[in-house]
């Protein structure tokens, strides 16, 4: 019985020191919220940038951390002040332009070959030069360490380190996270979205008021600007707990509604009921398994 336990014991100091050793060669980058006040009202977070830096430039920049889209892309009209970048841009036809530079997500180097640029898109002399989509981590696993503020892009884990994770399957149809989310007994496919935090859940006036019912409490407006179009959403609290899959989300935040046109013809085309973003992990690491399609919530 003893030599059983001393055995036990001893698997355990080992499997211990597998995960603290993996833990301490993690190569972690650092993210920040920034706040903003959005017609007049102020937001703690409001979106999620890393700094970053280009190829023979020692110059700090920033991009936002959008897993909303699918791509990792340049703004032209920042980018055309800088040399290192101004010189590789290639002109696909008149309205598409890509470049080719190297980019670092503060020690992680980028394995996207190629980024898009949007046209006629940001400030010229900013430091906000793009965006960080979902294809820098294609085949990859990302953490993201909300109450540290750092994610790691890893090749893989160990067993040890997975096994603190509750996990859930997720789509991937565009190469984004798609999230199949119960709410009153219905499925609805979220979009996992770190782009805006003023949004929990953001989704069609229908299920706005089929999450809300009549007696809405913790009412709330949001007007944002979304790409230089307009948007007003109504928002109140869900009056039902959220559960992606086996997942039982840890807080309950307000939902929001949009009929705005531009919004509703993405949900259509992607065949998604709304977003789900930041403030229902406020307090979590989450971990992504791009390569099989694992999202999980650390216990």
Not at 24 to 39: A, E, G, H, L
Not at 160 to 183: A, H, M, R
Not at 233 to 240: I, Q, V
């Amino acid at each position: 019985m003893k030599k059983i336990l001393l055995i036990t014991l001893t698997l355990i100091m080992i499997s211990c020191n597998k995960k603290n050793n993996f833990e301490k060669q993690i190569n972690w980058t650092n993210f920040y919220f920034k706040s903003d006040t959005v017609y007049g009202k102020y937001y703690d977070k409001s979106s999620m940038f890393i700094q970053v830096k280009l190829e023979n430039d020692t110059t700090k920049y920033e991009m936002q951390f959008d897993t909303g889209a699918n791509m990792t892309e340049f703004y032209e009209n920042s980018i055309r002040e800088i040399n290192s970048v101004a010189s590789k841009i290639d002109t696909f036809n008149v309205n598409q332009y890509s470049t080719a530079v190297k980019l670092f997500l503060g020690n992680y180097k980028s394995q996207v070959s190629a980024f898009p640029i949007r046209k006629n898109w940001g400030e010229k002399n900013s430091k906000l030069i793009g965006t960080i989509g979902t294809n820098e981590f294609k085949n990859k696993i990302l953490v993201i360490d909300y109450p540290k503020e750092q994610i790691a892009i890893l090749d893989s884990i160990p067993s040890e380190y997975k096994s603190e994770y509750e996990f859930t399957n997720f789509d991937n149809p565009e190469g984004q996270v798609y999230l199949k989310s119960k709410i009153n007994d219905s499925i609805f496919t979220f979009l996992f979205d770190t782009g805006s935090s003023t949004t929990p859940i953001i989704t069609t006036i229908p299920l706005y008021e089929k999450f809300t019912g009549k007696n809405k409490t913790d009412i709330d407006t949001i007007k944002a600007n979304s790409w230089n179009i307009t948007v007003i959403a109504p928002g109140a609290k869900n009056k039902y707990p959220v559960k992606i899959r086996n997942l039982d989300l840890k807080s309950n935040q307000r939902v929001y509604g949009t009929d705005a046109k531009h919004t509703l013809e993405f949900f259509k085309i992607n065949k998604l009921d709304g977003l789900i973003s930041n403030p229902y992990f406020f307090n979590d690491i989450i971990l992504i398994d791009f390569k099989n399609k694992k999202f999980g919530v650390k216990k």
